[in-house]
């Protein structure tokens, strides 16, 4: 499993931009990232990064409120219905999808972030399924 990054921003211009800043200039490259507006004045924002304790310790130290979790990085079969190799074992096993995103720059490669109600249950499952699930080692893909 992967680590994700979770927190509030503001919803107006620039503050995406900010985040961004903050990690190029502290040489973390963001892998993965989900934004959605929770209401006209906010956004939820997930990231996953190649460097998940550096990251946390520099957003904490710009005043953001952050939450670590685990969540799945799972290869996808790039045709169509190929979504259904990780989605249809995970129904099957009762297993709730909360999110999903792509990763960035993953070349001829789909690689998801799941999010998922039971993480390790999500993971075995998956694993007995044949799909293949990434670790640590996506942070230098």
């Known amino acids: ?3 994700r990054i979770s927190f509030r ?13 903050l990690m190029g200039e502290e040489k973390v490259n963001i ?31 710009h005043g953001y409120d952050i939450e670590l ?10 045709h169509p219905g190929g979504l259904n190799a990780i989605l249809k074992p995970l129904k099957e096993a ?6 999903m995103y792509p990763c960035l720059g993953t ?3 789909t690689i998801l972030i799941v999010e998922v109600d039971n993480s390790q249950e ?10 293949h699930l990434w670790g640590e080692e996506l942070y230098s893909f």
Do not use: Y
């Open 107 to 109: 070349g001829d490669k």
């Open 31 to 61: 892998i993965a990232f989900s934004v959605a507006e929770m209401d006209q004045e906010e956004t939820i924002v997930r990231i996953v990064v190649d460097n998940p304790e550096k990251a946390v310790n520099v957003l904490k130290s």
């Open 9 to 21: 921003l503001k919803n107006v211009p620039g503050m995406l931009s900010k985040v961004s800043s």
């Open 94 to 99: 009762h297993v709730n999808v909360s999110n």
């Open 122 to 131: 999500g993971e075995r499952v998956l694993e007995a399924n044949w799909v």
């Open 69 to 78: 979790s685990s969540v799945i990085a799972a290869e996808a079969p790039h």
């Open 1 to 3: 499993m992967v680590k």
